[in-house]
């Protein structure tokens, strides 16, 4: 069971996506902008085992929240799932590397549950861990 993230300005996007990953057993939470998403994260001790950024937001977009985070100890090794309409060959996309994995807009159910669980899972085996899935 994992503690996920979601920082999307759109709100029935991050409720939907809440739903979706509470029906896979996961913690899920949802915020509405990058600032309180980087408030959350400098608040709470432990910090979650997944972030889903929407890449387009309005004040902080997913790119600057990458570029901050990138720079923290802290929160570097977070992995992050880009939320976007985009592309990857857009011009000004984050830096390859700064996110594992992208979620397309519209999305598919079934591929954010994959997408979501693969990484996890991924995760545990990378650092040993059993208990995030």
Same mark, same amino acid.
């Given at each position: 069971? #994992?503690?996920i993230?979601?920082?999307?300005?759109e709100?029935?996007?991050?409720?939907?996506?809440?739903?979706i990953?509470?029906e896979?057993?996961?913690?899920?939470?949802?915020?509405?902008?990058?600032?309180? #998403?980087l408030?959350?994260?400098?608040?709470e001790p432990?910090?979650?085992?997944?972030?889903?950024?929407?890449?387009?937001?309005?004040?902080m977009?997913?790119?600057d929240?990458?570029?901050?985070?990138?720079?923290d100890p802290?929160?570097?090794?977070?992995?992050?799932?880009?939320?976007?309409?985009?592309? #990857?060959?857009?011009?000004?996309?984050?830096?390859?590397g700064s996110?594992?994995?992208?979620?397309?807009?519209p999305?598919?159910?079934a591929?954010?549950?994959?997408?979501?669980?693969y990484l996890?899972?991924?995760?545990?085996?990378?650092?040993g861990n059993?208990?995030?899935?």
């Amino acid at each position: 069971m #994992a503690q996920i993230l979601i920082v999307d300005d759109e709100p029935v996007i991050g409720m939907v996506l809440e739903e979706i990953l509470a029906e896979e057993g996961h913690h899920v939470h949802s915020v509405l902008s990058g600032f309180s #998403a980087l408030e959350i994260l400098g608040q709470e001790p432990k910090k979650p085992d997944l972030l889903l950024i929407d890449l387009f937001m309005p004040g902080m977009g997913g790119k600057d929240f990458l570029q901050i985070i990138t720079h923290d100890p802290q929160l570097r090794d977070i992995p992050v799932i880009l939320l976007t309409g985009s592309g #990857a060959d857009m011009q000004n996309f984050p830096v390859a590397g700064s996110y594992r994995d992208i979620i397309g807009k519209p999305f598919d159910i079934a591929d954010v549950v994959k997408k979501v669980n693969y990484l996890l899972i991924s995760q545990d085996h990378l650092y040993g861990n059993s208990s995030s899935v």
